[in-house]
């Protein structure tokens, strides 16, 4: 069999469908694990299984951006990548911090 690469056997717009696709399966997934840990809404799954499926659809998602990228990140668009989560991740802990600070002077 001859290899293929994705990148070049499907058009860009397919790629985008596909990983659209598992980003709403990573996001249910989510939920559950959610639904499982809390305990307010049971469901029939293991904690076990609903980390797992995250993890898989995690995977999936990071799959169709390696794709979409070529079939490999080059060292620019994952430099950007992990610059762009280093300033989510500070925002993110900002907001968390101010929340506290907003509590505590109440």
Known sequence: ?????IFDALPEEEILAQMAEE???ASKAALKLRRVRSGVNPTPVSEKDAFENLV?????VYLCSIVFF???LDDAVGDRMVEIMEQ???RWKYRLASR???KNNV
Not at 1 to 5: A, T, V, Y
Not at 56 to 60: Q, T
């Open 100 to 102: 506290e600070e907003a």
């Open 1 to 5: 069999m001859p290899e293929i690469k």
């Open 88 to 90: 989510k991740l500070a």
């Open 56 to 60: 898989e659809e995690l995977a999936d």
């Open 23 to 25: 980003c709403v399966e």
């Open 70 to 72: 070529g079939g490999e």
